[in-house]
């Protein structure tokens, strides 16, 4: 079976209001891989490490997709970075310039946000049975809260054109089934390749992160084989990031 082949076809379920497509996915225990779950408004969307993700009505796609990993070891890292891989291409194609991953997979334009994305996993036996992928892109949204208005932006404002939701968003699962499918097939290093070319941070950028173990401030050196981020400090010393918040550091004046 060829790449193009392994595209699946998916069950949309399309709401106007939820409180999150990710919980809404959740509760349905019985429900096929490939269920989507699409809002257009969630009043209690969130992002990675608990933060909440604006989520106006009718502005931005919010979605969540159901897969359930055939490998033995589902490695989440790489799935998360293919599903980065997946958004910053369908971006691309609109076209839009200036498209940027921040390690994992933060989705930015001219440095500001413009999507991120929330993967969670349940495990039967030490082997991941069922994962939720939350994806929200900020589509057509024309402005932002006081507090994002200085790091957001949306599709509308970098691309001067209304977005068709329903066209994106078909998009979207067309390269998430291609990327999925490389996934469990084992490639890791298509995923990894793929993604420092899309990203300006997976090399000889000067980050911070944040870590549950403190701070590390040093220069990306690429992506290791299970996606992990590399960072070498002025000492010279290289670190493994497996999970942390990076942010770009500036040149001091």
């Known amino acids: 079976m060829s790449r193009r082949e392994a595209v699946m076809r998916f069950q949309v379920h399309h709401y106007e209001t939820v409180s999150s497509t990710n919980d ?3 509760a349905m225990t019985g429900a096929p891989e490939f269920t989507v779950i699409v809002a257009e408004e969630q009043t209690a969307g969130r992002g990675r490490r608990s933060r909440s993700w604006h989520s106006s009505v009718g502005d931005g796609l919010y979605l969540s997709l159901l897969l359930c990993p055939r490998n033995e070891k589902a490695r989440l890292s790489l799935l998360s970075l293919a599903a980065a ?31 991120g994305i929330l993967i969670e996993g349940s495990s039967i036996g030490g082997q991941v049975s069922r994962v939720i992928v939350g994806i929200g892109v900020n589509l057509n949204a024309k402005s932002f809260p006081a507090e994002l208005a200085e790091t957001a932006t949306s599709l509308f404002l970098e691309s001067g ?45 000067m980050v911070n992160v944040t870590t549950d173990g403190g701070e590390i401030a040093g220069e ?4 290791a084989e299970d996606g992990a981020l590399i960072v070498r400090t002025p000492t010279g010393k290289e670190h493994r990031i497996i999970a942390g918040e990076v942010s770009r550091l500036r040149a001091s004046v």
């Not at 958004?87 to 200036?98: C, K, L, M, N």
């Not at 990306?220 to 992506?223: D, E, H, I, P, R």
């Open 24 to 26: 809404l996915l959740k």
């Open 161 to 205: 054109k209304l977005i068709d939701t329903v066209l994106f968003r078909d998009n979207l699962l067309d390269r998430i089934a291609e990327w999925y499918a490389i996934w469990n097939l084992g490639e890791n290093g298509s995923i990894i390749r793929a993604w420092e070319s899309l990203s300006s941070y997976a090399r000889g950028r």
């Open 220 to 223: 990306t050196c690429g992506l």
């Open 85 to 115: 891989i997946s958004v910053a291409e369908t971006i691309r194609e609109i076209p839009v310039r200036g498209v940027d991953i921040k390690w994992p997979n933060d989705l930015l334009i001219h440095d500001h946000k413009v999507g």
